[in-house]
């Protein structure tokens, strides 16, 4: 499949929606690009690293082996309540691709099982590392902030709990410690903090394996090779050619936010291998 | 004149039985309130019947109300000195020890809300500056500060002519009335000029608070529709001010019962209030309207969601319609049967304030309740823990307003 719509093109038109086509209508003030920038927190992450991740949602199984070593290199616990950070969809097939990325449809479930089934596919979440994030700018205390890579990470030290950050998270994304996490001792992997009881946490990308050159516990994990990571800013990593090859998307577009997680169809993998 | 002097100071000299009671019943429930958040720290929020979805409460709607109750003071001020409506003036002082006692339970209702208060002072060392919730603090404590300066410059010339009727409390009251006399001019004209500046200073804080920043923290969220309009902030100013003139009329109501201040408290003082009751509440039926005109006409899901939450289905639609019915059609009945006295009155009042209450929490919770990618719908019924809490910051509230009755005359003296 070779496309002739620049990415960036894409993302533009498509992700700021009304707001890009009333600031065009008022071309005078400036230009598109500058007005557009106006709110973005930082504007340094167009040189350097930027870290993304491109999940391929035709080859998604619907597996959860993502979930599963997300939890345990993350020391994310059962008890006292069951967290995740990653969360995955059962989507009707029938559904149109908008409908599914705009709003809720009914007949879709994270509480699925026997994956993959006929008539569906499978849609993981997380953290979408936003270029613009909600919860960096709501934060009282600047216990969420943009880290190195442009990765959206937490300082769990400064954590009040207010849960402003999970109001203002459009994705869902961000969990609370609603008790003192119980891990057993020889599960916890000594590279992540445990999280105190009283704060929030979300995906960091696997922040700690990165900074050693590896990939995130999620990548690694996945059996059908749904899951790319990459800098973004490098033109010859994996995610920047999947994103040259294929029309991506990213979810809640009309938000602004301007993810750095994508999402990419490369058609219905399992079905057509059987 | 004397007379009335005489029985406001015999109310702060004497403690019955009632005033004991009042402390024994209101202390004990401040008491199982701080247990149950002693559970809730020790425990974890777990304790609560919040979740990773419906992520606030009633602690956060029982902060909206209680700044309502906050507006109080300035209510009765504004309309004194700018409307010039002279039979209010009973009220003044009960409205401003009001603010006090508002303020401190709005503040400890978000306390009960945050994960970690143990934490608390993170806040000042690092406020992150583009945060709602760093503008709240920052307004807030200004809002404070000027009442409390308000309420001890105010008190100067009856506090020192209590000075020397009292044995044991008089030491106290020479104690503040030096630090009173320290900071107010001496001369007559000069010190009501300094009260005039003052109040003038606070008169904006409901604008900036319930209107601005309390609005603010869930006007800004734009991961959720229902919130993000821009109407929030003139709509939660209006439920806020006539929560506040209902407080009004119910603690004074119950004042003049309890001490029997039929000639200080004047009837007419606390039936004018029944004017701004009978605008307000249809006020707050119209933006309650409009809401659900929009929302439902519109018929985008995001937003026809949460309004169909409230009108249709669901534990919310029958609160709501009790909320409507109960809390704002009955009493706005009631307040245009003529000739109004200050017991249909003081009814009026209990129903509406019940109804803004409630108003508060079908704000917060069903926005929350319906996450934009997937996920399963949240639920929320709030848990023991959260009840206890909240009644126990109201008693608190309660507690410290019965104090500041016997400190100072909640009457002005001349």
């Known amino acids: ?274 | 004149m004397e007379s009335k002097v005489d029985k406001i100071l015999e109310s702060m000299e004497t403690t019955g039985k009632g005033f004991y009671s009042v402390l024994g019943i209101f202390g004990l429930i401040v008491l199982w309130g701080a247990y149950a958040w002693y559970t809730q720290f020790t425990v974890g929020m777990q304790t609560t019947g919040l979740n990773n979805t419906v992520m606030w409460g009633l602690y956060i709607a029982t902060f909206m109300f209680m700044i309502g109750v906050s507006h109080a003071g300035i209510i009765i001020s504004t309309s004194i000195r700018v409307g010039k409506i002279e039979k209010l003036k009973p009220l003044a002082r009960i409205a401003e020890a009001m603010t006090i006692a508002g303020l401190a339970m709005a503040v400890l209702s978000v306390v009960a809300d945050i994960g970690r208060p143990d934490r608390i002072f993170v806040l000042f060392f690092n406020l992150r500056v583009t945060s709602p919730l760093a503008w709240d603090l920052i307004i807030l404590s200004l809002y404070f500060a000027f009442s409390a300066f308000y309420l001890l410059i105010s008190t100067k010339h009856d506090l020192h002519s209590l000075a020397d009727r009292f044995n044991v409390r008089g030491s106290l009251y020479k104690f503040v009335g030096g630090i009173q006399n320290a900071i107010t001019p001496k001369e007559d004209k000069a010190y009501k000029n300094m009260l005039n500046t003052v109040s003038a200073i606070i008169l904006p804080f409901p604008l900036l608070d319930s209107g601005m920043v309390v609005a603010f923290i869930f006007s800004l969220l734009g991961a959720r529709p229902a919130f993000n309009v821009p109407y929030i902030g003139p709509y939660f100013l209006l439920t806020a001010l006539v929560t506040g003139i209902a407080g009004i009329v119910i603690v004074s109501f119950i004042l003049t019962k309890v001490y029997d201040w039929e000639e200080i408290i004047p009837d007419e003082s606390i039936t004018e209030l029944a004017k701004y009751l009978k605008v307000g509440i249809p006020l707050v039926l119209y933006f309650i309207f409009n809401q659900h005109f929009t929302f439902q006409y519109v018929g985008k899901l995001s937003t026809l969601v949460v309004s169909n939450m409230l009108l249709l289905q669901g534990p919310h639609a029958l609160l709501f319609w009790e909320m409507i019915i109960v809390g704002f059609l009955l009493p706005e009945i009631l307040l245009f049967t003529p000739n109004i006295k200050k017991d249909r009155l003081f009814l009026a009042s209990i129903m509406t304030t019940l109804g803004l209450w409630v108003n508060c929490i079908l704000i917060v919770v069903p926005a929350l309740t319906f996450p934009n990618l997937p996920f399963n719908w949240g639920t929320y019924s709030p848990t023991w823990v959260e009840w206890s809490i909240i009644a126990g910051v109201t008693a608190l509230g309660v507690l410290i307003f019965t104090v500041l009755t016997k400190l100072v005359p909640i009457v002005e003296l001349d």
């Not at chain 1, 559904?95 to 993959?116: A, I, L, M």
């Open chain 1, 1 to 274: 499949m070779k496309e002739n719509i620049n990415r960036r093109d894409f993302i533009k038109s498509v992700g700021a929606g009304g707001a890009f086509l009333i600031v065009k209508s008022m071309a005078p003030i400036g230009s598109v690009e500058k007005v557009l920038k106006v709110n973005q927190v930082s504007e340094t992450q167009d040189s350097g690293t930027k870290w993304g991740m491109v999940i391929d949602v035709g080859a998604c199984i619907g597996c959860r082996e993502c979930v599963y070593a997300c939890k345990a290199e993350n020391n994310i616990p059962n008890a006292p309540m069951p967290m995740q950070w990653i969360e995955t969809f059962e989507m009707d097939q029938k559904d149109p691709v908008t409908r599914v990325f705009s709003v809720p449809p009914t007949n879709s479930k994270t509480d699925y099982t026997n994956s993959p089934k006929e008539g569906k596919w499978y849609l993981p979440a997380q953290c979408v590392h936003c270029e613009d994030p909600p919860c960096v700018k709501l934060c009282p205390t600047g216990a969420t902030f943009i880290g190195e890579g442009g990765i959206v990470e937490m300082d769990y030290d400064k954590c009040i709990g207010c849960r402003q950050c999970m109001a203002a998270c459009p994705y869902n994304a961000r969990t609370f410690n609603w008790g003192a996490p119980e891990i057993p001792a020889e599960d916890i992997n000594p590279m992540v903090p445990v999280r105190p009881v009283g704060v929030v946490e979300k995906c960091t990308f696997c922040i700690h394996r990165v900074r050693e050159g590896r990939l995130p516990a999620c990548v690694e994990a996945c059996p059908v090779g749904a899951r790319h990571f990459g800098d973004l800013n490098d033109p010859n990593s994996s995610v920047s050619k999947i994103l040259d090859k294929y029309i991506s998307t990213t979810t809640l577009e009309e938000m602004s936010t301007h993810p750095k997680l994508f999402y990419i169809s490369s058609g219905n993998k399992w079905l057509e291998e059987g």
